[in-house]
């Protein structure tokens, strides 16, 4: 019932929307940041996080910090904000709470195939996983020869089986036909997630339709970068785009055919929200897109906070907070290796 | 000349110290830089210094004692380290403290490395021994059952084909398989048939995930066999014992056995080998359980080891965390000061009490003696532009009361602190609405047993709820005193009337008393000498008798009450200086409280000395709607009606009173001030400041805004006046709360404990008992003096400290090594 969420929207979303907005009032600030980019070295980092809600999770760790372990621990932060929200959550905030992992599942499954491909340890692999994107049976998907193993074996029992449909090919498994998994799966949740909002419908719906197109065309916009020079074909790289957001569908014939990347950018300028993120960049720079991406993300997601009750704010703390591990990883390694004057380079300020 | 007396008399009262709050000064320290810290921790031992952070805009790691703050917050996890590792192994951490030379900050962190040096090592040996041996008890385990397995799953069939061969048709070959078996000669067959089996052990809850990946990847072709451990295992990550189950899959052809294997660590199942030959089964067995009582034996000698060397830190645990605690505090401190031109001082500013001054000079130069510094700590008093914080001196008793005015707000600095007569009235009050003297002589007992065990209650840690009620022990000792009096009062004993001050002082008609709750009983002696008569109760009048003298009783506490108030607001006036107030605001308050209510109380007490039948409800509401009429019947006293009518008129005329002169006053003695200068307002207040420090405190806005401050007053009359007429009947709580206590425990003692006492019958006569037991203790004892708390509190809070309470102070936060607490860290 869009516009009378005031009237029931409390009864079960109202307390966690308070404990969400509570969390985001502990994500750092601007001057944290100008502090953080002003330490010498790691212990300084963890001094001053120490003033911040991740002061208890690096507390007890011992003095010659590495950067993985501040990482490690501040992922660890949001996995509890997480799990406490979805103990919290009833339906269909929980399914709604469920959804926003699926992507780190798809990384992970990604991630343990690729690696058992190169032929790693499993166990070092799933260090490196994402704990949001965990599942029982993780471990096993290195068993897997084929598509068809992989889903028969392992996925068919987790929430992503039903995106696998699109893939499930007989080949062997190669770099290349993983990123096409990749991409594939990320399509089928990301299509699946946007008709879950609209069924929720109200405000959510209309906020993370806003979202999660814009994280639709950003995918598409990295696929077709990602894809210029490669084997893939243009009807390939067609159906890897998902079927919604703004470059739907005209966009998406447009950027099929591109070839370099001022062609992908002469697409973009035509969609005025997307022009503001090319006005900074010179022609032929593609380094400096993911910034300015995640720069434009970040906007979209904090603006997300200014609406009650929806669900978005849920979405966007959780992206917020990534965004936020990220600088911080980011930040840290240019203090830990000496690196100052590049720490501007990719930290991405979120308020 | 009556005012000029007044003021005499008033300005001869001793000092109200405890009514005001410490006399505050703001100082410098200026400390040489070798003698800084030992200054600081004699300070922080003193506790009656709180600093002013002059470094606020420095992020924390670019103060000067940063690294020191680093070492001690390092150290501080090492002793966490070790206090989590005492916890674990389950030994006490403060069970006595060993007299022990002082240690040095450096000696002790170089101890701690060393300790937790040994103890990582220690750890990890451990550990690794622990890991062998569960593998080996866990290699013994999947044997035990493995090998039942082994046996069953080929003994099953063949006992099934037994009977088939007895019953349909002989085949030698299951007989021969049989035989075979018996004599222990299993490998052939399962060899022969190209079956080959996995055993290991998998965590219980593994199981199920475990059994259908096997399925799948096998595509069915396995047969999986389980059973319990039966032991439990430790786990090493967690170091939880966990219940695992011991599995045998069959299975055959190489590819599969990859793939089982692959899928068995995947889910970190441990594999064992089992041979297939009993004898060598035997063997083995024995070799892992000879090897396990080794280990056994190697790791109890490690843990005792270990032990030991853990009891030896549990024994200074307490006191290096002491000593780290305070250095964090004392770096933390030093990081407030700031560095002089010279660098070669530091210098702090911040508050202290006056009386406070001597000891702290005393400290300070303790300090400069004891460091053997050449130069001396300069201590000086400066002017501060900020309001001073605000510091009372408590003691265990008063320190709750206080704490219960601070809930509401901090009283602002100097102005007159309502816990003086809370600690009194509150308990009082409370008293008031929980009348009985049984359920006072409960809460008594409670109140004496928290007292009683003050000592060992205060070391250790309680929960919220005990806290709470332990840090109240003397407002529930004082409440519960006063409710026992009131309760004598009221005379109620778990609702039951008592003759404990004579007989009643009435008495039947006659010998059969048939008419005693109907038409009523005669009076024939003196009133009852104390309190309420016992007769009383169950009387026809009961209800209208207790509700008109409780109700009547509400109305002269709150006008009291708020009397105070009002009173206290004149003491605040008088001692901020600000004659405006009194003249304004306190004097028209009191006109228009008292001519009403005041008038009101007067009636009531009148009514009750001279047992006049006349109706107040009546003689109020005339008062307002015809004031000239005469009173008829309702008269009480000579010459009531015409001051009935300047009551009226005085009422009348203290609104505007109170409303208009103030503001207008206060514009005029701007204008006046700033007369002839339209921008001079930076000079006029600095000169404020120095002229009149006190006054351009109190109303320190500098632009001076009429519509604002007219609005202000205002509202601030509107509240007098409706507030006088709700508060007057916010007080009549006091009768409601008192009549829902006594009614809901005669409910409990007449419904619930006579009526089982009726039955002839122990059964019912417990369960009555003990219903009646449970309603007293958790409905009376713990809901009902909670509600009477809370209304107690509303009455104090709103009542009575907006007659005159501003608490928009803060609180005195002195640095005190006595305050840090282990949460700190």
């Known amino acids: 019932m869009y516009g009378f969420e005031a009237l029931t929207f409390n009864i079960h979303g109202g307390y966690l929307e308070a404990i969400v907005r509570g969390h985001r009032a502990g994500l750092l600030t601007t001057s944290d940041y100008n502090n953080l980019c002003q330490c010498e070295t790691l212990d300084d980092i963890k001094m001053h996080l120490s003033a911040t809600e991740y002061g208890p999770y690096l507390q007890n760790e011992p003095s010659p910090l590495h950067t993985t372990t501040i990482v490690e621990k501040c ?20 399914t709604f709470l469920e959804y926003i992992t699926y992507g780190h599942m798809i990384d992970n499954v990604v991630l343990i195939v690729t690696g058992t491909l190169h032929e790693r340890d499993v166990q070092e692999l799933l260090e490196k996983c994402h704990p949001l994107g965990m599942f029982d049976s993780i471990a096993t998907l290195a068993v897997a020869q084929n598509m068809r193993e992989l889903y028969r074996l392992v996925l068919v029992d987790t929430p992503l089986a039903p995106y696998f449909s699109e893939c499930i090919t007989s080949e062997d498994l190669d770099d290349m036909n993983i990123e096409i998994m990749r991409n594939t799966l990320y399509k089928a949740y990301l299509e699946d997630f946007y008709r879950f909002c609209q069924k929720l419908g109200g405000a959510t719906a209309e906020i993370m339709s806003d979202l999660l197109a814009f994280e639709a065309d950003r995918r598409a916009v990295n696929i077709t970068i990602n894809s210029i020079g490669t084997e893939l074909t243009r009807d390939d790289r067609r159906k890897l785009y998902s079927n919604f957001g703004l470059f739907y569908p005209y966009g998406h014939e447009e950027l099929a055919v591109c070839e370099d990347i001022d062609q992908v950018r002469a697409v973009m300028e035509k969609y005025p929200p997307y022009q503001s993120i090319f006005a900074k960049l010179s022609y032929g720079e593609s380094q400096m897109l993911d910034k300015a991406f995640y720069e434009e993300e970040v906007k979209r997601h904090c603006l997300a906070f200014e609406q009650q009750f929806h669900y978005a704010v849920f979405f966007a703390y959780m992206r917020l907070r990534e965004q936020e591990i990220r600088n911080l990883m980011w930040i840290s390694e240019c203090v830990a290796q000496n690196q100052k004057s590049r720490v501007h380079d990719s930290v991405v300020f979120i308020f | 000349m009556f005012p000029g007396k007044m003021d005499q008399f008033i300005d001869n009262l001793p000092p109200m110290d405890l009514m005001r709050s410490e006399k505050m000064t703001f100082v410098q320290l200026i400390i040489p830089a070798e003698s800084a810290h030992r200054a600081i921790s004699y300070l922080g031992e003193l506790g009656l210094l709180q600093f002013r952070d002059l470094n606020a805009e420095k992020s924390p790691f670019q103060r000067t004692f940063v690294n020191q703050v680093k070492r001690c917050a390092e150290m501080s996890r090492k002793l966490r380290f070790f206090k989590d590792q005492i916890n674990k192994a389950g030994l006490m951490s403060s069970s006595r403290t060993v007299l022990q030379p002082d240690i040095d ?12 040096h040994e103890l990582i090592e220690m750890n990890s040996n451990s550990d690794k021994l622990r890991q062998s041996y569960n593998e080996l008890l866990e290699f013994k385990i999947v044997l035990q059952k493995a090998c039942s397995f082994l046996i069953s799953s080929h003994g099953r069939p063949v006992s099934d084909e037994r009977e088939l061969q007895e019953n349909v048709y002989s085949n030698d070959d299951y007989i021969e398989t049989a035989s075979l078996l018996e004599q222990e000669m299993r490998p052939q067959p399962s060899n022969m048939s190209g079956l080959r089996f996995i055993s290991g052990i998998i965590c219980k809850f593994k199981v199920l995930r475990f059994e259908r990946m096997l399925f799948r990847a096998t595509r069915g072709n396995m047969l999986f066999n389980q059973a319990p451990a039966g032991e439990q295992i430790m786990d090493p990550i967690s170091s939880e014992m966990i219940e695992k189950t011991v599995f045998v899959v069959f299975f055959s052809g190489e590819q599969a056995r990859t793939k089982i294997l692959k899928i068995c660590e995947a889910f970190g199942a441990n594999c064992y080998p089992v041979p297939e030959d009993i004898s060598k089964q035997g063997q083995i067995t024995r070799e892992v359980t000879s090897r396990l009582t080794d280990l056994e034996a190697t790791l109890d000698a490690g843990i005792r080891h270990r032990n030991k060397a853990l009891a030896s830190i549990a024994d200074h645990l307490t006191k290096w965390m002491n000593l780290v605690r305070r250095e964090k505090a004392v770096y933390d401190t030093l990081n407030m000061l700031n560095f002089d031109v010279t660098k070669k001082c530091l210098v702090g500013e911040g508050w202290c009490p006056m009386i406070a001054k001597t000891q702290m000079q005393e400290a300070l130069q303790r300090a400069t003696f004891d460091s053997n510094s050449q130069v001396g700590i300069i201590f000086h008093q400066m002017d501060a532009v900020e309001s001073p914080p605000t510091y009372f001196r408590t003691n265990t008793f008063t320190n709750p009361y206080q704490e219960i005015v601070d809930a509401y707000g901090v009283a602002r600095y100097q102005e007159a602190n309502p816990a003086v007569y809370t600690t009194i009235i509150f308990p009082f009050l409370f008293a008031l609405m929980f009348g009985d003297w049984g359920h006072g002589i409960c809460l008594l007992l409670g109140a004496l047993v928290l007292i009683a065990r003050e000592n060992k209650l205060s070391t250790q840690k309680l929960g919220s709820f005990m806290e709470m009620l332990f840090g109240g022990r003397y407002v529930i000792l004082l409440m519960s005193l006063f409710s026992i009096y009131c309760g004598l009062i009221y005379n109620e004993f ?33 009133p009852y000498p104390f309190g309420v008569d016992p007769s009383w109760r169950g009387s026809r009048s009961e209800l209208s008798f207790l509700n008109s003298m409780k109700m009547k009783m509400s109305i002269l506490f709150g006008v009291a009450h708020m009397n105070l108030g009002i009173i206290l607001s004149y003491f605040n006036a008088r001692f901020f200086g600000s004659s405006l107030d009194i003249r304004y605001q306190f004097v028209p308050q009191m006109i228009f409280l008292n001519s009403l209510f005041g008038y009101l109380s007067l009636l009531i007490i009148v009514k009750w000395c001279t047992g006049s039948q006349a109706d107040l409800y009546h003689v109020m509401i005339y008062m307002f709607l015809s004031p000239t009429d005469s009173l008829g019947e309702n008269q009480l006293f000579w010459g009531q009606r015409p001051l009935q009518i300047v009551l009226l008129l005085l009422a009348v005329v203290a609104v505007p009173w109170m409303l208009f002169p103030k503001p207008f006053i206060l514009k005029k003695l701007h204008t006046e001030r700033f007369q002839g200068r339209n921008y001079g307002i930076l000079n006029t207040s600095e000169m ?11 109303h320190h806005h500098e632009e001076f ?41 005669t409910v409990f003692y007449e419904k619930v404990l006579l009526l089982a006492w009726g039955y002839d019958n122990l059964v019912i006569r417990l369960v009555g008992l003990t219903v009646f037991a449970f309603a007293t203790a958790f409905i009376l004892l713990m809901m009902e003096s909670l509600s009477a708390f809370l209304h107690a509190l509303r009455l104090h809070w709103v009542e009575f400290q907006n007659k005159f309470y501003f608490g928009d102070g803060y609180k005195f936060k002195p640095f005190s090594f006595a305050s840090l607490t282990e949460d700190d860290d």
């Open chain 1, 75 to 94: 992922t660890l932060k949001l996995v509890d904000d997480y799990k406490h929200m979805l103990c919290q959550a009833t339906e269909p905030l929980s």
């Open chain 2, 494 to 526: 778990f609702s039951v009337p008592f003759h404990i001050f004579g007989a009643s002082a009435y008495q039947c008609r006659d010998s059969s008393c048939r008419d005693a709750y109907t038409i009523g009983l005669i009076k024939y002696r003196e």
């Open chain 2, 688 to 698: 404020d400041l120095e002229a009149e420090p006190d006054s351009a405190r109190q």
């Open chain 2, 105 to 116: 900050l450096e000696d002790l962190e170089v101890h701690l490395a060393e300790h937790e």
């Open chain 2, 705 to 745: 805004n009429f519509s604002e401050v007219f609005v202000h007053q205002m509202i601030h009359s509107i509240e007098f006046v409706l507030g006088s007429v709700s508060n007057t009947a916010s007080y009549l709580r006091l009768w409601a709360l008192s009549l829902a206590h006594s009614e809901l425990s």
